[in-house]
T-cell receptor, first 111, second 109 residues
Framework: EADIYQTPRYLVIGTGKKITLECSQTMGHDKMYWYQQDPGMELHLIHYSYGVNSTEKGDLSSESTVSRIRTEHFPLTLESARPSHTSQYLC??????????FGPGTRLTVT | RKEVEQDPGPFNVPEGATVAFNCTYSNSASQSFFWYRQDCRKEPKLLMSVYSSGNEDGRFTAQLNRASQYISLLIRDSKLSDSATYLCVVLNTGNQFYFGTGTSLTVIP
């Protein structure tokens, strides 16, 4: 089992609220990723990091920001949630060119 | 053109059947290849890596054809528990992972 955790698992929140989705891994992986996935659809990369103080935007602009102050922690923040942000958010980590391990996901609903 | 393309299916097969999925990728310099399995409303989980020489894990066989830029997954003696979506994943030279849309498999009793 992969040691990668996400909280909260489910979140229902009103439009305009600021939210932070937490992701932590205990495997010491340098690389971490955030994906967005709608039901039945493919994963879209929204942010990634190759190490501490390194963050990059992915292919999908989701009006979110990330930080990587510690190796094990990669939180995702939405400054002002909108209904279009309703989706599943998956965090993953990997080492070098090896496979990714995924967290259980956060299912976000913005009302 | 998408980095990774898969037939979305769905594939509905009886128990015990053999089923094959294919996937094509666009970047000839891609360096690593994987098959992931994703159950409904769950996170993707690694099924197997795909090596140039082909590799097998029990009932599952993965093959890579670099010349034609395609990857395949063969499942023999399908079980009900094999029902899931199978994702083809490619790691390119920029160290970014690209996911296919997934192929849906339902194994019927």
């Amino acid at each position: 089992e992969a040691d990668i955790y996400q909280t909260p698992r489910y979140l229902v929140i009103g439009t305009g609220k600021k939210i932070t989705l937490e992701c932590s891994q205990t495997m010491g992986h340098d690389k971490m990723y955030w994906y967005q996935q709608d039901p039945g659809m493919e994963l879209h990369l929204i942010h990634y990091s190759y190490g501490v103080n390194s963050t990059e935007k992915g292919d999908l602009s989701s009006e979110s920001t990330v930080s990587r102050i510690r190796t094990e922690h990669f939180p995702l923040t939405l400054e002002s949630a909108r209904p279009s942000h309703t989706s599943q958010y998956l965090c993953a980590s990997s080492e070098f060119s090896y496979e990714q391990y995924f967290g259980p996901g956060t299912r976000l609903t913005v009302t | 053109r998408k980095e990774v393309e898969q037939d979305p299916g769905p594939f509905n097969v009886p128990e015990g059947a053999t089923v094959a999925f294919n996937c094509t990728y666009s970047n000839s310099a891609s360096q690593s290849f994987f098959w992931y399995r994703q159950d409904c409303r769950k996170e993707p989980k690694l099924l197997m890596s795909v090596y140039s020489s082909g590799n097998e894990d029990g009932r599952f066989t993965a093959q890579l054809n670099r010349a034609s830029q395609y990857i395949s997954l063969l499942i023999r003696d399908s079980k009900l528990s094999d029902s899931a979506t199978y994702l083809c994943v490619v790691l390119n030279t920029g160290n970014q992972f690209y996911f296919g849309t997934g192929t849906s498999l339902t194994v019927i009793p």
